[in-house]
Structure formats: C-alpha cells, structure tokens
C-alpha cells in the first residue's frame, strides 16, 4: 500500500529569496498545507501537479539520499515526491541546459538506480515538459477559481444548458446572465464539473462541454 507523501518534513531548508533566486509558496488542497518552490519552474511544475488527477499527493524536498559517484560520495535532494493510484515518482525540475551538463547526467543516472532499487521512479522535467503552452496557462487561470463558490442552482442551470450540447464561454455566460458569471463557470472548470480543451486558450470561444463528452 503507498502511504501518503504529505506526511513528513522537508528534507533541506527553502533556499532564501535573492536578487537571482525567485522563492514562493503554493497554497495546495492536495497536501493540505502551502508548497514550497524554489524557482518558477518549480511553481510552474506544482500547479501541473496540483491540477492533474492522477497526480494523488506530492511534497517538496522530501528526503536527502547519499550516492557514489566515479568513486566520490554525493547527497542528493530531488524537488518533489508524487504519489499516482500505482506508484511513487521521485521529480527533478531543472533547466534544459543545466539537466544536459555531464555533472547533472551522471547525478540524475545514479539517482534514477537507486529509486528503482526501491520500486520508485525518478524523472527529470524540463520547462519543455512544463511550459507546454496555452496549457499551461489556462491551468494556472483556473486554479485561481478552485475555491470560488458556486450557487448549486447555477451549477444545475450550467448543466442543463450543456445537456443538449457544447457551447462557446462566451455563448455560455451569455445564456445564463443574470445568473451565473464567467466565475462560476471557470469554478466549475476547475473543479472538474465541466470540461473544455485545455490545450487551446481558454477565452471566450473556448468549447466548454460536459465531462465526458467530445
């Protein structure tokens, strides 16, 4: 039984904010507390994390591992754990340029043996993996709306309306003024109550649709 990776301290200490370094917290429902990035492409990758459903729970920095490198010891702390419905995913969020030096290669490989000595998957991600474009953005805009209220009566009149079939946001809010807002609805996005292509830009004619459908 995987246990929950919620559960348990950082590993290391946050690296301070700097002149270079951009630090910040992400306020997670998944874990049940705020997360910890150390760059933004490690908040870019927690809001990847935080959004997925198949991502179940994750934490930041979870532990420190020593490792044998060309004869030299090396501890290592990967960025994130994450538990799937099927196994545990040890994170690295690096540059492409930085994850290609020799250093970091042979770093990742001696970790990448040693979590599959424990049943455990390590992968390194890139902002080609993260940055994945208007994806991206429109999920970072509807995790923003995760937690906005929506009145069950306008979720039931949202529902109705997309029963017959899809329809443009724009056509949508319209249909449904003065009841619902384009609030309500992105909630109802966010929460997985309705569904739109998220690989196209969320705005106004964006095909919003029932779960399921399409």
């Known amino acids: 039984?995987?246990?929950?990776?919620?559960?348990?301290?950082r590993a290391r200490r946050v690296i301070t904010r700097s002149p270079t370094r951009t630090v910040g917290r992400f306020p997670s429902l998944k874990a049940g507390r705020s997360?910890?990035?150390e760059s933004q492409l490690e908040r870019d990758?927690?809001?990847?994390?935080?959004?997925?459903p198949a991502m179940l729970d994750?934490?930041?920095?979870?532990?420190?591992?020593?490792?044998?490198?060309?004869g030299k010891p090396r501890r290592y702390t990967p960025d994130f754990l994450?538990?799937?419905?099927?196994?545990?995913v040890v994170y690295e969020v690096k540059p492409a340029d930085k994850a290609a030096h020799p250093d970091m290669v042979a770093l990742f490989a001696a970790a990448a043996d040693h979590y599959a000595g424990r049943g455990m998957h390590h992968q390194v991600v890139t902002e080609?993996?993260?940055?994945?474009?208007?994806?991206?953005?429109?999920v970072a805009l509807l995790l923003r709306y995760r937690?906005?209220?929506?009145?069950?009566?306008?979720?039931?009149?949202?529902?109705?309306?997309?029963?017959f079939e899809p329809a443009p946001l724009g056509e949508l809010i319209a249909a449904l003024a003065p009841h619902a807002d384009m609030a309500e609805v992105l909630a109802l996005l966010a929460n997985r109550r309705l569904a739109?292509?998220?690989?196209?830009?969320?705005?106004?004619?964006a095909v919003i649709r029932l779960p399921g459908e399409g």
């Open 82 to 88: 994450v538990r799937t419905a099927s196994l545990m």
């Open 1 to 9: 039984m995987l246990l929950r990776v919620t559960e348990g301290t």
């Open 35 to 37: 997360i910890h990035w």
């Open 58 to 70: 994750y934490r930041e920095q979870p532990e420190t591992i020593r490792l044998t490198i060309d």
């Open 196 to 205: 739109a292509d998220l690989a196209r830009r969320l705005d106004r004619d």
């Open 45 to 52: 990758f927690v809001y990847l994390l935080e959004f997925d």
């Open 128 to 138: 080609a993996d993260i940055r994945i474009r208007p994806y991206l953005d429109n």
């Open 147 to 163: 937690s906005h209220p929506v009145d069950p009566d306008v979720e039931a009149m949202v529902l109705d309306r997309l029963a």
